[in-house]
């Protein structure tokens, strides 16, 4: 036998394995709002009943003091490599719910496309790794490699409790290898293997400029107002062409090499389309493509600003508080910790004096990862793409920020693999996010092929190495 009677399998169970993901995708399993603490319960022993009805052991939530992990295991591959499995169960609230033309927790297809919060981000490329783990069970009773789920419950909310859990449970996790559900394909048409990610660090930012709100009539043109204040600190964080105007950050930025350019450049990509397919507008870092600056060059966003009156109708108020809520996107050799001070510096220097400005950080950044192009988890990757496509895999970056990647190689010493089978237009995060359904049948193709392939490596085959870096 071979691993396409596994994918013969899964392909005719396409039906029923789509009616798991939709009941999946019912349970509003958000993690970072309290108001769906249910939801979040209801999803956990969702997975954990399916964990023990396809046969895994040890199927148990991890606990790190927020929402747990699930995790269940299947070790019987004796000399064979342990691979971990990595998924998310958790979602982004649906907000703006009236923007969602079908309800977000009720799955709906529509023009091949299945929309639900959570279908890509990441419930449809999780089920694909769940259900190929199942198929091996069901079909020869065995799986080509060991086997360790683990879906995180926090990945939405900064995994702000997973380094607790693995540092907790580091003994039951250790294994040669992860692949991850998260971080999916850069192109429908061209096969591609995430080999990295930037790093993400978050901040709020408050400014107070009195003790209380006071009366337009009575104190404007006289006093300092937060939400002016607040406008003029966030327009020094960039120059006028969108490039970074916080010197010490973009100083500690390593230069382009011309090796990093021209892999960036082999992956097709039209620079105006990105934009205008949108609605937006250009506005970047000059003297780099959009991909360079969305892959190799750090990024500087505020996702949220908020003062003073917002309701119906009109307020005639000076506020006296402000905040923003900031996201950096880091580059590989960019330092975080470094990065974190050059931002918490600029934004004190450019406050006006008698401000009171408050920088909250919760301490959950992580670093950009890297995947050394001789991995055998790049190997398999490739075999697997290049004989299901006929093309060869073109290496990319993620600009997005997947932090399991860094944390577990920093705590465990194993390297991770992004293969999950979502795709770039799925409006992630937003009203109306989908799954293409064709990316089911593929994901189900290729997953029993890539854990075949790792099967024919040893242990040893996956330990960091200069024989990995080719």
Not at 83 to 101: F, K, N, R, S, T
């Amino acid at each position: 036998m071979d691993e396409d009677d596994v994918v013969r399998y899964l392909l005719k169970r396409e039906e029923q394995i789509m009616e798991r993901l939709c009941a999946f995708l019912r349970i509003p399993s958000v993690s970072t709002d309290p108001a769906f603490a249910e939801g979040m319960r209801k999803a956990q022993s969702f997975l954990l009943v399916w964990l023990e009805s396809m046969g895994l052991r040890d199927v148990q939530l991890l606990d790190g003091s927020g929402h747990p992990a699930v995790y269940g295991a299947w070790e019987g591959a004796p000399g064979k490599p342990t691979i971990l499995i990595y998924g998310h169960y958790d979602v982004m609230p649906p907000d703006p719910v009236e923007a969602w033309v079908s309800p977000a927790f009720e799955p709906t297809i529509r023009s091949g496309r299945l929309y639900a919060r959570g279908a890509s981000d990441v419930k449809g490329s999780t089920a694909i790794a769940l259900e190929t783990i199942e198929g091996f069970l069901k079909v020869r009773g065995a799986c080509p490699v060991n086997i360790k789920v683990f879906l995180e419950g926090e990945e939405e909310s900064g995994s702000a409790s997973l380094r607790t859990i693995v540092d907790r449970f580091r003994p039951l996790l250790q294994a040669d290898a992860m692949i991850s559900a998260d971080g999916g394909r850069a192109s429908a048409d061209i096969p591609t293997i995430n080999v990295g990610c930037r790093g993400l660090v978050e901040l709020e930012v408050s400014v107070k400029t009195a003790a209380k709100d006071l009366h337009s009539g009575r104190y404007g043109g006289a006093v300092r107002n937060a939400a002016h204040e607040m406008a003029r600190i966030i327009a020094t964080l960039h120059d006028e062409r969108g490039a970074i105007a916080v010197p010490d950050l973009v100083a500690a930025v390593p230069e382009l090499t011309s090796d990093a350019r021209e892999q960036t450049a082999r992956f097709p990509f039209d620079d105006g389309e990105f934009v205008r397919e949108v609605g937006g507008l250009a506005h970047g870092e000059p003297g780099y493509s959009v991909r360079e600056q969305l892959t190799l060059r750090p990024a500087l966003d505020i996702n949220g600003m908020w003062s003073g009156y917002i309701g119906t109708g009109s307020k005639t108020i000076i506020p006296n508080v402000a905040h923003a809520k900031l996201s950096l996107r880091t580059v590989p050799e960019q330092s975080i910790e470094h990065a974190v001070a050059a931002l918490k510096a600029h934004l004190q220097s450019v406050t006006p004096q008698g401000v009171d400005l408050t920088i909250d950080d919760p301490g959950t950044g992580a670093e950009a990862f890297s995947l050394p192009s001789g991995h055998p988890l790049v190997i398999c990757a490739r075999k697997v793409l290049r004989e299901a496509t006929g093309k060869d895999p073109v290496l990319v970056r993620l600009g997005a920020s997947v932090p399991i990647t860094v944390i577990f190689e920093e705590l465990l010493d194993v390297q991770t693999l992004m293969f999950g089978f979502n795709l770039p237009d799925e409006d992630v995060h937003a009203p109306n996010e989908f799954f293409h359904v064709a990316s089911l049948a593929q994901g189900l193709s290729a997953w029993p092929r890539l854990l075949t392939a790792l099967g024919e490596f040893d242990s040893g085959s996956f330990r960091q190495d200069e024989r990995l870096q080719g």
